[in-house]
């Protein structure tokens, strides 16, 4: 658009060249015959008939308003659309005639060539009442209707060259001036010449136009190239106005129905030139230059927003592409007789379009009166063809916009549509400086190498390469080799002072330095996002966020505000994107944070006793970290999260403390330095670790973890498709000093649940190894209940102890072969002793005992339940239990055969229907000892014992067996001393056995016998 308006700048400045242009379409046709194409150099002319002539003189009578007598009495020449009129002329010899006066009427509507220019009117008047003076190469005969060659000629007088509109398509066209001297190259005045164009104007003196090689003069006609000038000279310039609106309007094709539709209200603007130099112009250079004291002004609702001052003003232009715009054609008139013969406008008509202006003088000063600033230089250069302009000097540029100011080496910048920067691009080094209005601190910008400074339509974009420091008041320091920021203009878009910093980036050694943050990264991206209205007096201070009355009085402290009170947080990262709140005289607030990259945070804490956090990963989210309500999201390879004496790893983290969530998407694992108040169901002097497959969800009251969970505390391990936790009381994510004092309610682990425990001695030797496979177990640690749906497997591998030798015959425990297959045994568990073990392999615990060391192990299934009491120390199993015990030779082992000759001489196999154990600590006991009780059909198989009763006790401390029978079967024992000798059977209401010393004791007793039968069938 800046290009064709500069074009039809510049056809405003030749308006007078066309003036002379459309003498000659006139003239020539006239005066100089059309070439012949049988080699004729004469051409005829048509002089109309009476009764013609008389209705073509009525009609062109209405072209010529108060000489209607004139017209009447005038003799009419016409040459296809060019008409002659004139009352009478005198041939002064020598091929001269003196023609008074002197009309022309042209109307191109009746031409056949398309070449006439379509922002012409379409008649054009020619008045030179004192006549005119043409000059041929042979005298002139119009009795035999031929002229010679046109050789030079003279407009007598004032001379007014008018445009006529019938169809009103057209701005009114009017040039005037005196004494015009045309020869075949030349056409020249001395007087003064006025030009109005519709709203265009032009005001000047000492016209002089020379044409080069064959003129449109000593050609045949208007189907020829219409000027072939060599220069145009005005040798000064008064004024040379032009409307800019006009301009815009006629560039735009009028598409069909827009007469009817209303117009947009049009806008007053105007380009004014002046000069006290000449204006000269050569096509063959295409060149305009101005000289002396050069003015360039545009003005838009009578108000200036560009002014250009320099000495010399040079313009450069170039072959536009061809025009393929058509126009309808004009309606018919009287004044055109033959609608056949109506021009038809074609495409390909050529125009010419700005390439390069050059400003230079000492100084060239560019002044924006609308925003108040300026530019000034040495050198000014205008590229119209890629829209920039440079400005440069020996010494630099220097820019201001009120107090707001600027220097550079040089600077580029493009100007918008009604005069306002809209790219500046600044040379460096360079400084800036500039106070916005929200703020009293002034901003300092300086770079090394480059500044580039564009505007939208209410945005700013600034560009700063090498070595660029930012130092931007409360937002604090940015420090990189490149950075981008974008900013509003504010209320007013060229007011400076209002500029609001919305978006900002920063490239390579990024360093960013505030009361909350010191980061490092190799990029930054930043956004503002400024509200007016000021935020509540209870929920923000004006260096930072403080809770509100309602998040305190749920039990949020101010202790809350995570990177707030504190400390501040050390950040690196590849990538770091921040986002701030801004209100007018406050301090910017941190409102949304992430990091992509090799991400590092380390706190830098206020209070020497708090564990600072510590987070890595590949990518880190944080909105409102100032606030109670963080959502905060990491992910790594894996991520990790440290401090306040808790450890969280995982590949996706994720805590929302607004509405009380965490959870860790996929495998992960958590790492308490020490449990709180039996805040899990561990000691509270161990470390624990929970590991987990499928995610962890914590809802304030809540835990769960899903998918291959292990849990380690010490000697103790838990593993389970599942993990629940339920707290007492709900832990808040926004208090810190939540995390204090709160027990665990409930645990359920659920789906192949492996619990084992290991029982160490003060110096750490393991003593003893428990180990439970369910489908599912809860506990309730109010209560200490706990519970388990059968089926499912308890053992445990302990020391051989007051136990060792129950059955045994010689006291000695044998341990069982380890490996040996289980033949038509039993076995109730759930198949899964460890995601890592498998019955008789190695948990990661000692694999051997000591060789003086003797190990036993006690294997118990149920089928039905397990139930028990924490606090109460004890456990039940009910529904077909079945207890297996023999000698072991490692702690790994996980489970016993079912086949009593199997587990050796020192073995058994108990089945029964209930089998309760008691953990019980006697006076002076140091130790709890085992107390046992099996009911309902309770039978007892080994090498060398068997035994039946309803109910069966045993009581470790004492080292006492009780068989007990009913009112109706007895207990039986059936013992013998070796294999192959005889069996004794006792069979009584109670038979007390103390297995420590073989001593037999029985109540109503019923009957003492002595086989030599080797077996004997329980069921006999």
């Known amino acids: 658009m800046l290009r064709h308006r500069w074009a039809q700048i510049i056809v405003s400045l030749l308006v007078t060249a066309a003036a002379y242009h459309l003498y000659a379409v006139l003239a020539v046709p006239l005066i100089e015959p059309q070439p012949d194409l049988h080699g004729s150099s004469q051409r005829s002319v048509d002089f109309p008939a009476d ?414 390469q090498g070595g660029v420091q930012i130092e931007a008041g409360d937002l604090g320091t940015l420090k990189a080799q490149e950075i981008w920021c974008w900013a509003d203009a504010g209320l007013r878009a060229t007011d400076f002072a209002s500029l609001r910093l919305r978006r900002f980036v920063a490239q390579s050694a990024v360093e960013l330095t505030s009361s909350q943050f010191a980061a490092q990264s190799d990029r930054l991206e930043a956004w503002i996002k400024w509200d007016n209205a000021l935020p509540t007096q209870t929920s923000r201070a004006s260096h930072g966020i403080r809770p509100q009355a309602v998040e305190q009085s749920a039990g949020k402290d101010d202790s809350s505000a995570l990177m707030t009170n504190t400390g501040q947080i050390a950040l690196r990262a590849n990538l770091l994107r921040m986002e701030f709140a801004a209100y007018p005289g406050q301090a910017a607030e941190l409102t949304a944070l992430s990091a992509d990259g090799n991400v590092v945070a380390d706190e830098r804490p206020q209070q020497a006793d708090l564990h600072p956090l510590q987070l890595r990963g590949d990518h880190l989210e944080v909105t409102h970290p100032t606030r109670p309500s963080t959502i905060f999201s990491l992910t790594g390879n894996p991520a990790y999260v440290a401090g306040r004496g808790l450890a969280l790893t995982g590949y996706q983290i994720f805590l929302d403390r607004g509405r009380n969530l965490l959870s860790v998407a996929g495998v992960g694992r958590l790492d308490i330095e020490k449990s709180a108040e039996q805040m899990i169901p561990v000691s509270a002097e161990d470390r624990v670790a929970i590991q987990w497959n499928q995610g962890m969800d914590f809802a304030g009251r809540t835990i769960s973890f899903h998918g291959g969970v292990q849990l380690t505390s010490g000697p103790r391990r838990l593993q389970a498709d599942a993990l629940g936790i339920e707290l007492e009381e709900p832990v808040i994510l926004s208090s810190l000093s939540s995390f204090k004092g709160h027990q665990v309610r409930l645990a359920r682990a659920i789906g192949n649940v492996y619990v084992e425990n290991l029982e160490l001695d003060p110096s750490g030797n393991l003593v003893a190894r428990d180990m439970l496979r369910v489908s599912e177990i809860s506990v309730d640690f109010l209560s200490g209940r706990v519970s388990a749906p059968g089926p499912g497997r308890f053992g445990t591998v302990r020391q051989a102890s007051s136990l060792t030798g129950i059955f045994s015959a010689d006291g000695v425990t044998r341990p069982v072969t380890q490996g040996q297959p289980d033949q038509g045994g039993e076995d109730n568990s759930q198949g899964n002793p460890s995601p890592k073990t498998s019955p008789n392999q190695d948990t990661g615990s000692p694999q051997a005992n000591p060789p003086n060391q003797r190990l036993v192990m006690l294997d118990i299934s149920f089928h039905q339940r397990l139930e028990g009491n924490i606090q109460q120390r004890q456990v039940g199993c009910y529904g077909r239990v079945k207890a297996r015990y023999g000698g072991v030779t490692t702690w790994s082992a996980q489970c016993l055969p079912d086949d009593p000759a199997l587990l050796g001489p020192d073995g058994m196999v108990l089945n029964c229907q209930e089998f309760t154990a008691f953990q019980i600590f006697g006076p002076g006991e140091q130790r709890p000892h085992l107390e046992l009780v099996a009911l309902g059909n309770v039978t007892v198989e080994a090498q060398f014992h068997t035994a039946r009763a309803r109910r069966l006790s045993l009581d470790e401390s004492k080292t006492l067996l009780v068989l007990e029978g009913d009112g109706d079967v007895p207990a039986e024992l059936y013992r013998q001393e070796f294999l192959g000798g005889p069996i004794q059977k006792t069979t009584a209401r109670r038979i007390y056995f103390w297995y420590s010393t073989k001593t037999v004791k029985v109540d109503d007793a019923k009957s003492l016998e002595i086989s030599r039968s080797p077996t004997v069938p329980l069921g006999g």
Request: charge should be neutral; charged fraction near 20%; hydrophobic fraction near 35%.
């Open 51 to 464: 009764q013609r002539l008389q209705q073509r003189l009525q009609a062109l009578s209405a072209f010529f308003p108060g000489r209607s007598q004139l017209i009447k009495n005038a003799k009419m020449l016409e040459i296809d659309q060019t008409t002659l009129l004139f009352q009478d002329y005198w041939n002064l010899g020598e091929g001269r005639v003196l023609v008074r006066p002197c009309l022309l009427v042209f109307d191109s509507r009746t031409s056949a060539s398309p070449k006439w220019p379509s922002n012409l009117p379409e008649i054009l008047i020619l008045e030179a009442l004192d006549g005119a003076i043409f000059q041929f190469d042979r005298p002139l005969d119009l009795r035999t209707a031929r002229i010679g060659r046109f050789i030079a000629g003279q407009l007598l007088g004032n001379v007014v060259v008018r445009g006529e509109n019938p169809t009103q398509d057209h701005p009114d066209f009017r040039l005037t001036t005196r004494d015009i001297t045309v020869t075949e190259h030349r056409v020249w005045t001395n007087h003064p010449l006025e030009l109005s164009w519709g709203k265009h104007r032009a005001r000047g003196a000492g016209m002089e136009i020379v044409f080069r090689g064959r003129t449109p003069f000593s050609r045949g006609g208007f189907e020829q190239e219409p000027l072939n000038i060599d220069r145009f000279l005005l040798r000064h310039v008064d004024r040379l106005h032009i409307d800019l609106e006009t301009v815009r309007s006629s560039d735009k094709p009028q598409a069909k129905g827009a007469m009817d539709s209303p117009s947009p209200p049009s806008r007053d603007e105007a380009l004014d030139i002046s000069c006290q130099g000449p204006l000269l112009f050569v096509p063959a250079q295409k060149t305009l230059t101005l000289e002396d004291r050069v003015e360039l002004s545009r003005t838009q609702n009578s108000q200036s927003v560009l002014q250009l001052r320099c000495q010399q003003l040079v313009v450069t232009f170039q072959e536009a592409g061809p025009s393929n715009s058509t126009s309808a054609p004009p309606a018919e008139t009287p004044a055109s007789p033959d609608p056949s013969s109506v021009k038809k406008p074609i495409p390909g008509s050529s125009r010419w379009s700005i390439h390069l202006v050059r400003a230079i003088g000492r100084p060239v000063r560019i002044v924006f009166p609308t925003w108040n600033g300026e530019l000034q230089g040495e050198d000014l250069r205008y590229d119209a063809a890629s829209g920039a302009m440079s400005l440069g000097g020996s010494n630099g540029v220097q820019g201001k916009r009120g107090k707001d100011q600027f220097s550079a080496l040089a600077v580029q910048c493009q100007l918008t549509s009604v005069g306002d920067i809209e790219m500046l691009a600044a040379v460096g080094p360079g400084k800036a400086q500039f106070t916005p209005t929200n703020s009293s601190q002034e901003w300092i910008l300086t770079w090394g190498r480059s500044l580039t400074f564009t505007t939208g339509s209410n945005e700013r974009v600034a560009a700063l």
